[in-house]
């Protein structure tokens, strides 16, 4: 866990960051909407480019260490920063779709995991299941609550269920910075982390398996695949921490 301070936004960042989400909202639904048999993932790059530039804002993740895309696209076994290519979407994938935009000097970032076509009941299931922790984490993420709360409130609801909290990959706070402190685990103890306190930010991403938690790197050198070759989901909302609650930035 980062000890680095957690950078507290004003109000007017958090109006920012909340036209920031609003982008990213947006043209994850764009995205959605084009999810099909026979589509390829370079196909949904090519549209999350332009709906990125016609809403007078940038990639998050384009030029990120190096990362040339704007898009992470994760099909089937692959966890996340999977890359966009010209492999075809079939009938049952399931795909995650991961995606930031920089607006004004501030960042918004979420992921979604979208069935293509019919999909087994098992895909379906893990699916719902992740989407609903998503929910739950952010239900925890309350002023005066521990950080862990969120961690503890994903994995209390996946691992009763069968499913397995990927250890290695975590969500983060986020601002002027794609990724800053703190580190949002999708597991722990509850009562335990920083406390929460209003002006934080944080991008909550449950990653979910349908088998066991552990994961490989591809030689790309980015893409991270399931290492029992079973299936992963991801969702993701950028959530400020207000006096009233919860505020997902990154929803329509």
């Not at 601002?175 to 402190?181: K, T």
């Not at 990653?207 to 030689?219: P, Y």
Request: negative net charge; glycine residues 10%; charged residues 25%.
């Amino acid at each position: 866990m980062s000890r680095e301070a957690i950078i507290i936004k004003s109000p007017d960042e958090i109006e920012t960051m909340r036209r920031a989400g609003a982008v990213v909202a947006e043209v994850l639904e764009v995205l959605k909407g084009n999810v099909r048999p026979g589509a390829t993932t370079l196909d949904l790059e090519k549209i999350a480019e332009e709906e990125t530039i016609k809403r007078k804002a940038s990639p998050a993740f384009k030029g990120y260490r190096g990362y040339p895309f704007c898009l992470c696209t994760s099909v089937n076994n692959e966890v996340v920063h999977g890359m966009p290519s010209k492999k075809v979407l079939k009938e049952g994938d399931i795909v995650s779709i991961d995606y930031g935009a920089l607006v004004e000097g501030f960042y918004g970032d979420a992921a979604v995991t979208v069935p293509v076509g019919k999909v087994s009941e098992e895909a379906a299931r893990l699916v719902r299941v992740t989407e609903e922790s998503l929910g739950k984490a952010i239900e925890a993420a309350r002023e005066g609550n521990r950080l862990l709360d969120i961690s503890s409130a994903v994995q209390s609801h996946v691992e009763p269920q069968g499913f397995s909290v990927v250890r290695e990959f975590v969500g983060h706070g986020i601002g002027r910075e794609l990724h800053e402190p703190p580190q949002v685990p999708n597991f722990g103890i509850p009562g335990r982390g920083v406390k929460l306190k209003t002006g934080m930010v944080l991008a909550i991403e449950p990653m979910i398996n349908s088998g066991g938690w552990a994961v490989k790197i591809l030689a790309d050198g980015w893409t991270a695949v399931t290492a029992d070759g079973k299936l992963s989901a991801h969702f993701e909302h950028t959530v400020a921490i207000t006096p009233d609650g919860p505020r997902v930035l990154t929803m329509i």
